[in-house]
């Protein structure tokens, strides 16, 4: 069985342009999430897909963060324009449902470096 | 609100010791507990989890941990403590009241010394 796939994976660039996170879950996994994780901390959840419909969106900086799930397949997270601040490794993951029951699968993670 | 505190940054034991990563947490009705580790320059891997039941599950890699309700704790123990298991440990929690957001801890780093 595949594994959740995301690419790049890894991005430098400078603040104040756009970056664009690629990922495709595990087939058949309902379920898609975005966390951002800063060195040193946990990850932090951004957004949650059910399908293509957004479940939780509630920590998304919706300023200048947007994710979407057209075809209830995969996803792509946008940053733009990116500050300092954002530089962290964006994890995505897939469940095969939402319920809190379920495990996580998670991807390999993009690393990005904002300048 | 949901939260989840792991209390030591690093843990610190020698091979063929057994190890333990502590965890607890504090949520509104039943938990939904897991244990993820991450390896350098990889996700985060399930390892194990509770949802109901006895409070001792046990997972991959000889890994188990203790669900603890009236201590609010879910640590993680090895009997026996491997080199390669060095990593990053993270606990998590989510609800099974309102939302599932699922909440990470800030991690553990487990070092074991041959």
């Known amino acids: 069985e595949a594994g959740v796939a995301q690419s790049p994976r890894y991005k430098i660039i400078e603040k104040r342009q756009s970056v664009a996170f690629w990922c495709n879950p595990i087939s058949g996994h309902a379920t898609l999430y975005w966390y951002q994780q800063i060195l040193g901390q946990g990850p932090k959840l951004l957004i949650q897909?059910?399908?293509?419909?957004?479940?939780?969106d509630s920590q998304l900086p919706k300023d200048r963060f947007s994710a979407e799930r057209l075809k209830g397949v995969d996803s792509t997270l946008k940053i733009q324009p990116a500050k300092l601040e954002d530089s962290a490794v964006y994890l995505c993951?897939?469940?095969?449902?939402?319920?809190?029951?379920?495990?996580?699968?998670f991807g390999p993670g993009t690393r990005l470096t904002v300048l | 609100a949901q939260s989840v505190a792991q209390p030591e940054d690093q843990v610190n034991v020698a091979e063929g010791n057994p190890l333990t990563v502590k965890c607890t947490y504090s949520?509104?009705?039943?938990?939904?507990l897991f244990w993820y580790v991450q390896y350098p320059n990889r996700g985060l891997q399930f390892l194990l989890k509770y949802i109901t039941g006895d409070n001792l599950v046990k997972g991959s890699y000889g890994f188990e941990a203790e669900f603890n309700k009236s201590q609010t704790s879910f640590h993680l123990k090895k009997p026996s403590a491997l080199v390669s298991d060095s990593a990053l440990y993270f606990c998590a929690v989510s609800g099974n009241t309102g939302g599932f957001k699922t909440i990470f801890g800030a991690g553990t780093r487990l070092f074991v010394n041959a």
């Open positions: 949520v509104s009705g039943n938990p939904y």
């Open positions: 993951a897939s469940s095969p449902s939402g319920g809190g029951s379920n495990e996580q699968f």
């Open positions: 897909f059910q399908n293509n419909g957004v479940v939780d």
